[in-house]
């Protein structure tokens, strides 16, 4: 079993930066790949960042790519989204999520286990 405890979310002007954390318990952290996915409301839950098992694959969604930088630190078992030059529309619930072996990055689907997010709001 796998849990995912994020942290790091709050209340920032616009134009400022947040660094996100996700706190993985379970053996397979180190040999999985991790994303990050946020979801505004009244929109559908969509892909922002994701990273292979070692850190040295990274993707990211045209929208962040840029500002916003996916990382790893496998002995913490923590993975990290630092994200600068925040907008209003980056307001969200941001979730971290382990992916399936193999799986496309991209897909909701792909991922097996979820945790529960963190409230992101960037004011104007």
């Known amino acids: 079993q796998v849990q995912l405890v994020e942290s790091g979310g709050g209340l920032v002007q616009a134009g400022g930066s947040l660094k996100l954390s996700c706190a993985a318990s379970?053996?397979?952290?180190?040999?999985?790949?991790m994303a990050w996915f946020r979801q505004a409301p009244g929109k559908e839950r969509e892909f922002v960042a994701g990273?292979?098992?070692?850190?040295?694959?990274?993707y990211y969604a045209v929208s962040v790519k840029g500002p916003f930088t996916i990382s790893r630190d496998n002995i913490k078992n923590t993975v990290y989204l630092q994200m600068n030059s925040l907008k209003p529309e980056d307001t969200a619930v941001y979730y971290c999520?382990?992916?399936?072996?193999?799986?496309?990055?991209?897909?909701?689907?792909?991922?097996?286990?979820w945790g529960q997010g963190t409230q992101v709001t960037v004011s104007s």
């Open positions: 990273i292979n098992w070692s850190g040295g694959n990274t």
């Open positions: 379970g053996r397979t952290f180190s040999s999985s790949a």
């Open positions: 999520a382990k992916r399936m072996d193999g799986s496309s990055y991209y897909l909701l689907a792909a991922y097996e286990y």
